[in-house]
């Protein structure tokens, strides 16, 4: 894994795939060279057929490289949208409160749960009474 290249290697909500991307000619038997953007100059440019998955066009799941601020080392901070539900899991001794957030740029489906203490710290914004 030394001097391998990872994409956004922040967490669990990382992207697992990025692209779409052209692809320009076939290298040998496995590989393929991609016409990447301009900010992704340090990646090199061929990939193994195993790292590359078919793109099926569903516009209800596009997100436009415009709606994210993708860093230098193209992570970018999740933001959250909104609590669809809430729950408390409990352990022997203590009672641990949880909540489902939907995540900007994100369907409903790919919801997730997260501590309620940690999610207050890092988005205040959506504990506020109205």
């Known amino acids: 894994m030394k001097g ?4 956004g290697q922040s967490g ?5 795939f990025i692209g779409p991307f052209e692809i320009i000619e076939r290298v040998g038997q496995v590989a393929y060279k991609l016409a ?6 340090e990646i090199h440019n061929v990939f193994h057929v ?8 569903d516009e209800n799941q596009r997100v436009l490289k415009k709606d994210i ?3 230098k080392d193209l992570t970018y901070v999740e933001e959250s949208e909104m609590i669809l539900d809430r729950d408390v899991r409990k352990l022997r001794t203590r009672m641990i409160p949880f909540v489902q957030v939907k995540w900007k740029h994100r369907s409903i489906k790919h919801a997730t ?3 309620e203490a940690e999610l207050k710290q890092r988005f205040p914004h959506l504990f506020e009474k109205v």
């Not at 669990?12 to 697992?16: C, D, E, Q």
Request: hydrophobic share 40%.
């Open 4 to 7: 391998i290249s990872r994409f």
């Open 12 to 16: 669990k909500l990382s992207p697992r």
């Open 36 to 41: 990447l953007p301009s900010d992704m100059s």
């Open 50 to 57: 195993s790292m590359l998955r078919k793109w099926v066009t």
């Open 69 to 71: 601020e993708l860093q």
């Open 113 to 115: 749960w997260e501590r």
